[in-house]
């Protein structure tokens, strides 16, 4: 076999987690590289460009805490960090550490096949190279494999047609144009007001009604930012304590039915005018009582009926499906405000499904909708889609999408018993999309690094994750999830929006600050649970 490239780390994917991952090899001195599929950097901030992207936690907080020199440099602009905004620190951070030379662009892993006899990893591209690696990195992302819902006649429609995760690098403009947006999740709600601005009439294909908060995004005052940089090492550190590792929102204390009606819709009142999750931390039994979690429901519809004017689409907004929280909360700028436009349509699907495309457009229960482009706002195959997506095969022949055939399993969201020297970076099983992200990257990187530095100096070749402490996490993972309301919702969380999909709910929800613990014990345990050779 014909190998084009051996690399010691191969890291697979260009987000905040590669490019970290990349730094840190190569700073111990490991010869590392990325292969990236795209034709930048910045991963999901590379593909998702749509109108209105923009993070769902303060800049301050989403950005590397591994450079003291970096923290202070760069100086965001905005609240929440807009998708060019977050790509032009990308950029910056990938120029400062002069990461792009090891990065090759336009490149999409294949496969990868472990050979026992020689410990390594055999890689196969699209261009049809072969790389041999000791390590192969997943940094593939949780919401890198956009999901195109199959409607019939696709082929007929004339006019255009996007995802909000596969947005071109030259945007569309939509003036006088019909658009039809399909999915009210988080792409759908951010990009909706923005489009409606321009768009002659836009039509709303929703399903699922979902809870979205004001996101009372502004820019970000000077005095504010230069406040929060000479803390910003106490900032961290709150955040590294907290459950979803944002340092302003620690565990609240006190339960909803410890307050009176009357205050506990003070304090909701407050949280709404705080924006952001807030909300979510104002009672410590939200995520796990159903009737403590149906008081702030209760107030999240009542804002939504007196902001929409017409009764009958209030009412369609009102989710009734889910608890607050159980699925991703959106944030959005003026998102219920924009069905009072006169430009404005919603078309509810939840019982009639859209039936299909004609050349002009889309049919729903029988009604034509004459649209010029179509946007799909329909989610990802997430957090396994993108690792599902490699054929990957370990030594015995055996492929993870058939040892995962009854969902993931993995020893603490990293390795997967069985695959050795494949690591995952906030794979499932870890506390990944239900933290901040940035946060709990550096923190697997950290602990993925580490673990091979203390190979290289004992010269081991091999490392794999013991299938009793998996299966003993695995159990864990589940055992705390199911004492919180999340695993009730339908959600991408749980991979129910794919039918074919089997349903278990995947992220570690027992907070940032214990995983990091429990992931410290290991460590300091010899890394118990992990077998070397
Ligand atoms: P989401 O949150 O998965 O939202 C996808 C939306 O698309 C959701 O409202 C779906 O309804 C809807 N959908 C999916 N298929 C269809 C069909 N066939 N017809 C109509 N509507 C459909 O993805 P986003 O991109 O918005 O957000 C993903 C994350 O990215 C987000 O949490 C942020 O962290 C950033 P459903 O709910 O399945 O009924």
Known sequence: ???????????????????????????LGLNAKIYEK?????????????????????????????SKELEQEWNWKNKYGTQPE???????????????????????????????DIQKWIVTTNLSTTVECSFLILATGNLSTPLMPKIRDRDKFKGKIYHTGLWPSKNPIFRNRNVGVIGTGSSGIQS???????????????????????????????EKREKYKKDYSKFRQLARKSSFGIAK???????????????????????????GQAILFTFKDLLIDRKANETACEFVRKKIKDTVEDERIAEALCPNDHFIGTKRLCLDSNYYETFNKSNVFLVDVSKNPIDRFTQDGLVVNQVEYQLDDII????????????????????????LNFYWRDGPKTYLG????????????????????????????EQHVDFISNLILNMERKN??????????????VKHTNTVANSTLYPLARSWYSGSNISTKRKIFMPYVGGVADYKNICDQVVNRKYKGFNFS
């Not at 996101?215 to 005052?221: E, Q």
């Not at 009357?262 to 005018?273: G, L, T, V």
């Not at 081991?460 to 996490?473: G, I, M, R």
Request: hydrophobic letters at 35%; one cysteine or more.
């Open 192 to 222: 909706i007001p923005i489009i409606s601005e321009s768009a002659e009439k836009l039509y709303v294909f929703q399903k699922t009604a979902n809870f979205s908060i004001p996101a009372r995004h502004t820019v970000l005052p000077k």
């Open 86 to 116: 977050i790509l032009r620190y990308i950029d910056y951070v990938c120029k400062k550490y002069d990461l792009t030379k090891d990065i090759k662009f336009n490149v999409k892993i294949i496969s990868a096949k472990y050979v026992n």
């Open 249 to 275: 929102y620690q565990p609240p204390k006190q339960s909803a039915f410890d307050v009176t009606d009357e205050e506990r819709n003070k304090i909701y009142q407050r949280a709404w005018d705080e924006g």
């Open 414 to 441: 990293i390795m997967i018993s069985g695959f050795p020297n494949l690591f995952m970076i906030t794979g499932p099983q870890s506390p990944g999309v239900k933290s901040q992200m940035i946060l709990s990257i």
């Open 460 to 473: 081991l070749k091999e490392v794999s994750a013991l299938e009793d402490y998996q299966d003993q996490w």
């Open 38 to 66: 795209g034709g930048g950097v910045g991963g999901t901030w590379y593909w998702n460009r749509y109108p209105g992207a923009r993070c769902d936690i303060e800049s301050m907080d989403y950005s590397y805490s591994f």
């Open 1 to 27: 076999m014909k190998i084009d490239d051996s690399i010691h780390s191969l890291i697979v994917g260009a987000g905040f987690a590669g490019l970290y991952s990349l730094h840190r090899l190569r700073k």
């Open 376 to 399: 799909f706002a329909t989610g990802f195959n997430a957090i396994t889609g993108s690792i599902s997506a490699i054929d990957i095969t370990n030594g015995e022949g055996v492929s």
